[in-house]
């Protein structure tokens, strides 16, 4: 393999990037100037090291000097403890942080888990959302819900069924109530596609 044809191949991992669409970045990198070629390379090693990963909620965060792993939405002690929202991605996060309706903590799963797939637990990080909502169980400000927020399409439905079994029993056991978004989204959404109105209104009527 040349160059160009493992630089296309590393585009193809990007999500959504097909090998057409991979091959059509390398081309575009072959036609910029230096300035650009080295802002991209060295902020590509940058934003490995200024951003981290909460130890709490999963998310990425820029590194601060807090002396625990912890992003500024878990470290605040003035939000919701009865709440935590799960879920897939970041910018889904950022999406329902966006809209100013919700003053939870929350769960990024790192992913969606794909109807039929064998090994859920490689695709998504249920094993550590189990202890975090076993921790929080312990504290004295209990949680009381467990929202699970993905996408109205069949993958974000598996998912969110797939999630729901897994906290079945320690939701029981600690009178948890797991609930999802109502269906104000629009069939076939994405999350982070739907506006602040929506999503406003889809976190008002979760059941
Ligand atoms: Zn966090």
Redesign the pocket.
């Known amino acids: 393999m040349n160059s160009f044809q493992k630089l296309s191949a590393l585009f193809a991992e990007f999500p959504g990037i097909g090998p057409r669409q991979a091959k059509r970045f390398a081309q575009f990198i072959l036609h910029k100037n230096d300035g650009y070629i080295n802002d991209l390379a060295s902020l590509i090693k940058e934003v490995r090291k200024s951003m981290i990963m909460?130890?709490?909620?999963?998310?990425f965060?820029e590194k601060n000097h807090a002396p625990e792993n912890?992003?500024?939405?878990?470290?605040n002690p003035n939000r919701d403890k009865d709440l935590l929202t799960v879920v897939a991605k970041d910018v889904d996060l950022e999406h329902i942080e966006k809209s100013h309706s919700y003053n939870g903590?929350?769960f990024v799963l790192g992913g969606t888990v794909p109807i039929l797939d064998e090994q859920p637990e490689k695709r998504i990080r249920i094993r550590e959302l189990l202890k975090i909502v076993e921790n929080k169980v312990d504290k004295v400000d209990k949680l009381k819900e467990i929202i699970i927020a993905m996408g109205a399409n069949p993958e974000g439905e598996n998912t969110a069924q797939y999630v729901k079994k897994a906290l079945e029993e320690v939701s029981a056991k600690h009178q948890i109530k797991l609930s999802e978004l109502g269906r104000g989204l629009s069939t076939g959404s994405e999350l982070e596609y739907s506006d602040a109105d929506t999503l406003k209104n889809a976190l008002k009527n979760r059941s």
């Open positions: 909460c130890t709490e909620c999963f998310r965060f912890l992003c500024e939405i878990c470290r903590y929350y």
